[in-house]
């Protein structure tokens, strides 16, 4: 059974400063992975889907890799701003599954 | 063009209501899945449905159904609300296809409060 791991469950990180947030997979049998973004009481935001076939996607400040071998993602945030302040989810898609979620990464940047 | 949208927003029933949830996909989208998010159990998937036919199943109770029009619009539907269906529900188009693999794009929720 495909489980999916955010580590760390919150982050707190100054404006300006580069970060990585982590998501890992139990099962490399994968079609894609994908990064959202969720702000609180709100729905999700799709940021970046990975093909099981790539090794990075890129998005302006926000760059997702993918190790499928390994069963890792990360998701890059260059100079961060307050205003990229939210929880961050990573999905696994597998064939005839839905979407496998992690519990997400709280993250606070502060002015 | 228009994202995925979610009706109503936010409402409140007592325990023993039932409650239908409506969800209008991407223009285009066939495929419609269903998400429930709490605090302690997150993301967890109820159904998918495409062109109409469920094809995908999560493991909830049989008081969750759903279905989906010839439009693409899904609605579902919960029975005899719990105080443990408090939650947010998520609504997600994607362009389907045979795997349905394609991108998801989700709605802004619909949070139910049950007394």
């Known amino acids: 059974k495909q489980e999916v791991t955010q580590i760390p469950a919150a982050l707190s990180v100054p404006e300006g400063e580069n970060l990585v947030l982590n998501c890992s997979f139990t099962?490399?049998?994968?079609?894609?992975l994908q990064w959202f973004r969720q702000d609180p009481g709100k729905g999700l935001t799709s940021l970046l889907l990975i093909q099981s076939s790539q090794r990075e996607q890129t998005s302006g400040r926000l760059n997702a890799s993918l190790d499928k071998s390994s069963g890792r993602s990360t998701l890059y945030i260059a100079a961060s701003q307050p205003g990229d302040s939210a929880t961050y989810l990573c999905a696994v898609h597998q064939a005839g599954t839905a979407l496998i979620f992690g519990k997400g990464t709280t993250l606070s940047v502060s002015s | 063009k228009a994202g995925v949208t979610q009706t109503p927003r936010y409402l409140i029933k007592t325990r023993g209501q039932q409650v239908t949830l409506s969800c209008s996909p991407i223009s285009g989208h066939r495929s419609v899945s269903w998400y429930q998010q709490t605090p302690g159990q997150g993301l967890q998937f109820l159904f998918e449905?495409?062109?109409?036919?469920?094809?995908n199943k999560g493991n909830f109770p049989g008081r969750f159904s759903g279905r989906q029009f010839s439009n693409s619009r899904s609605e579902m539907n919960v029975s005899t609300l719990e105080l443990g269906d408090s939650a947010l529900y998520l609504c997600?188009?994607?362009?389907?296809?045979?795997?349905?693999?394609?991108?998801?794009?989700f709605g802004e929720g619909s949070r139910l409060t049950v007394l």
């Open positions: 449905y495409f062109s109409e036919t469920q094809r």
């Open positions: 099962d490399s049998a994968i079609y894609n």
């Open positions: 997600a188009s994607s362009s389907g296809g045979q795997a349905n693999t394609g991108e998801l794009f």
